[in-house]
């Protein structure tokens, strides 16, 4: 079955620690995304990458770092320096457009605590 | 003024009724909309892309003004599963696409 998977689905994470986040998508998708999601907010795009080895900063991205070495990874490191860590953590994909925009994909989000 | 907006809900409607739902976008450049759900503690999935001419997908039914600059979703018949957060999404494009979600609209179908 081809989709999207984040692990792990729960997190609990000291304060001053950095922690990474996994992302895996076997859909053959370009374009794959980050986005943070707090309560009574809409999501927010954290960072975003259109192919492999490039990526962009999206909205939030100060305390994240992010890479994409595959195709079919795209982990996110949340580092000390991201004041407000505690949210849920979601990872999308979607085909590179090449005339409109694409819908995404989402994985079934990460869980993040800090203690 | 947000991007885009939505009302947030509670809709409290019983099963067997008609619910629809706006959601107003502030770009008049946007290209592309979409309507996902998402249900609580879950990830939103993609419900239907939403056409210029509008279109239907059994039981519901998306429509886009772009004069009124607003995208609407309408629901019928509801089923007790139909409760969730209905999330609209806006793509405009400068450059690269931007997807802009919408804080949600939460649904209740009651028995």
């Known amino acids: 079955d081809g989709g999207i998977t984040q692990s792990p689905k729960y997190l609990f994470r000291k304060e001053g620690q950095n922690v990474t986040l996994s992302c895996e998508q076997n859909l053959n998708h370009d374009a794959m995304y980050w986005y943070r999601q707090d309560p009574g907010q809409g999501l927010r795009l954290i960072y975003y990458?259109?192919?492999?080895?490039?990526?962009q900063k999206g909205d939030i991205a100060e305390g994240y770092s992010v890479s994409r070495e595959k195709k079919e990874s795209f982990p996110l490191t949340v580092t000390s320096a991201q004041k407000n860590p505690t949210a849920f953590y979601l990872c999308a994909s979607s085909i590179t457009p090449r005339s409109g925009a694409n819908e995404q994909f989402f994985g079934p989000g990460t869980r993040l605590t800090v203690l | 003024r947000k991007e885009v907006e939505q009302d947030p809900g509670p809709f409290n409607v019983p099963e067997g009724a008609t619910v629809a739902f706006n959601c107003t976008y502030s770009?008049?450049?946007?290209?592309?909309f979409f309507w996902y759900r998402q249900d609580c503690r879950k990830e939103p999935k993609l419900l239907m892309s939403v056409y210029s001419s509008g279109n239907e997908d059994g039981r519901f039914t998306a429509q886009l003004n772009r004069a009124s600059q607003y995208i609407s979703l309408l629901i019928r018949d509801s089923k007790l599963s139909d409760s969730a957060t209905y999330l609209c999404?806006?793509?405009?494009?400068?450059?690269?696409?931007?997807?802009?979600f919408g804080t949600g609209t939460r649904l209740k179908v009651l028995a």
């Open positions: 990458s259109q192919i492999v080895n490039d990526f």
């Open positions: 999404v806006v793509v405009t494009t400068s450059g690269t696409y931007k997807y802009i």
């Open positions: 770009n008049s450049a946007s290209q592309s």
